[in-house]
């Protein structure tokens, strides 16, 4: 009887909203362009990282939060809040020969890369690194490890509402 009700347990929490931050380059895909895009929904393709495709294959569910993070740009941060928009698929870029995300070890039976949809909820304010850096609630954020380089990242529940409920 207790394995049963630890099924059952261990099957709710697979089902309870997570939060997600997803980095992305605005010269390639910014928060202004999914809000543009049709359905405000892109494909997050192009992650090639084990960990990062893990979370998108395994743990990311439609209707999980993301904040939409800027990188690699001049002024990095959080840029706007989306959603998981589907549950993860075969990256299509891994099939692509022309695709610099292309995998030659990557077959349409045996794919190894995997993505997901995001919709485009809103643009914020741009949160910097530096201001998330300043708040000691956020202290223990994933993104700000030193050496975090994922571009997918989990963020707690506290967080998100730090985020979400002061920062934004």
Known sequence: MLLHRNAQLSEKAKQAVQYWLMKSEPDECSIDDVLAAPERRTAWTGVRNYQARNFMRDAMRPGDGVLFYHSSCPE???????EVA???????TQFDRASDYF???ATRERPRWFNVDVRALKKTRLVPLAEL????ALAKMWLLRPGSRLSITPVSAAEWRTITGSLL
């Open 76 to 82: 990095p941060g959080i840029a706007g809040l989306a």
């Open 86 to 92: 589907s549950k993860a698929y075969p990256d299509p």
């Open 103 to 105: 995998d030659p070890k």
């Open 133 to 136: 850096r300043a708040h000691r």
